[in-house]
């Protein structure tokens, strides 16, 4: 896993945000594992397959690889973006549909004020770094989502 984290994050600076991994569609699916190596997910799509890569919780990206009925690459994508968030439709969403489009949250928590588990990925909006939010109810739909600013503080090391 440190090994898959490194190598993806290597690429996605090199070839900045909008990476394909040097992959083109059309491409077999022994090639998408050759140069993405193992996935830390695999769904069943409607036509196809989705390869996910996620970085959570300590990365900000969760690159998906969709493949055909033939196992040929559609696409590379990273799901964790502004466009991929606002898909989401409180009401209609479960949890299964979460994880299909986004891959395993950074961490599942619960809240005194919130009857159901809560969701949260780390991302990064080309501003500044994130989380979304996911709020579920007891029976796994999502009742409310939305971004919110991750603030982190650095202490001096005199202090710690």
């Not at 040097?22 to 695999?42: F, I, K, N, Q």
């Not at 961490?107 to 909006?125: F, S």
């Not at 500044?128 to 007891?138: A, G, N, P, R, V």
Request: glycine share 8%.
């Amino acid at each position: 896993m440190k090994r898959l984290c490194i190598t993806l994050a290597l690429a996605a600076a090199l070839a900045g945000c909008a990476t394909n991994f040097g992959l083109e569609p059309g491409a077999s699916r022994d090639t998408v594992l050759s140069r993405m190596g193992r996935p830390t997910g695999v769904v069943k799509l409607p036509a196809g397959e989705r390869l996910q890569y996620s970085l959570q919780p300590s990365g900000q990206q969760a690159w998906m690889a969709d493949l055909d009925a033939s196992g040929r690459l559609v696409r590379v994508y990273n799901a964790l973006t502004t466009e991929h968030f606002l898909r989401i439709r409180p009401g209609e969403w479960t949890r299964a549909d979460v994880e299909r489009e986004f891959g395993p949250p950074a961490w599942v928590e619960r809240v005194g004020n919130w009857n159901g588990p809560i969701m949260t990925y780390r991302w990064h909006d080309d501003i500044t770094d994130k989380y979304f939010w996911m709020y579920l109810d007891e029976r796994g739909v999502v009742q409310r989502a939305h971004p919110g600013t991750e603030y982190r503080i650095s202490l001096p090391e005199s202090t710690l």
